[in-house]
Antibody, heavy 115, light 107 residues
Framework: EVQLVESGGGLVQPGRSLKLSCAAS????????MAWVRQAPKKGLEWVAT????????YYPDSVKGRFTISRDNAKSSLYLQMNSLKSEDTATYYC????????WGQGVMVTVSS | DIQMTQSPSFLSASVGDRVTINCKAS??????LNWYQQKLGEAPKLLIY???SLQTGIPSRFSGSGSGTDFTLTISSLQPEDVATYFC?????????FGAGTKLELK
């Protein structure tokens, strides 16, 4: 059974940094693209970042490019999202998702950016 | 960026009804369209990928159709457990974009 468990969320001040983690199990992690998708409170879904199987290719929308960095450790079956220069509009539940097109999702972790 | 226009935003239907939800892309996305179901307080779940392929474990009352710019998710006979918000996703080109969602409730 595929399991994705996010951690690292919390309350952070604007301009500060936060790093999210996602522990994967139940599938061969190194064979799959991985991604982060977020959902602001009572809003729709927004793709945040994608990383290739080896980590050599990464993709971001303009809203986070230059501030967020996705990475992975295949030996640990773990995915990460380093978020810098956080803004209030980054407040959301962040989901870890497997596959190029988000086949399986974790339960999500809340990030609140507020002073 | 490709805009995904989803309709209706809200839908009320009775158990046993046939329900359709639509997504329209602002440009041709071939068949690179997925449908997700999100129940209250839960993570999204993939229902349909590449416009019309049923994800493993999803009931056969769910189906998808369309290509190019117009797509439809159909629930052939609505069940109480189908109450949820449904989203479409285009994965034809970066940035991937979602529809705004359709909230489905029981009448």
């Amino acid at each position: 059974e595929v399991q994705l468990v996010e951690s690292g969320g919390g309350l952070v001040q604007p301009g500060r940094s936060l790093k999210l983690s996602c522990a994967a199990s139940g599938f061969t992690f190194s064979n799959y693209y991985m991604a982060w998708v977020r959902q602001a409170p009572k809003k729709g879904l927004e793709w945040v970042a994608t990383i290739s199987t080896s980590g050599s290719r990464t993709y971001y929308p303009d809203s986070v490019k230059g501030r967020f960095t996705i990475s992975r450790d295949n030996a640990k079956s773990s995915l990460y999202l380093q978020m810098n220069s956080l803004k209030s509009e980054d407040t959301a539940t962040y989901y870890c998702a497997s596959g190029r097109t988000f086949d399986y999702w974790g339960q999500g972790v809340m990030v609140t950016v507020s002073s | 960026d490709i805009q995904m226009t989803q309709s209706p935003s809200f839908l009320s239907a009775s158990v046993g009804d046939r329900v359709t939800i639509n997504c329209k892309a602002s440009q041709n996305i071939n068949r690179y369209l997925n449908w997700y179901q999100q129940k209250l307080g839960e993570a999204p779940k993939l229902l349909i990928y590449n416009a019309n392929s049923l994800q493993t474990g999803i009931p056969s009352r769910f189906s998808g159709s369309g290509s190019g710019t117009d797509f439809t998710l159909t629930i052939s006979s609505l069940q109480p457990e189908d109450v949820a918000t449904y989203f479409c996703l285009q994965h034809n080109s970066w940035p991937y974009t979602f529809g705004a969602g359709t909230k489905l409730e029981l009448k």
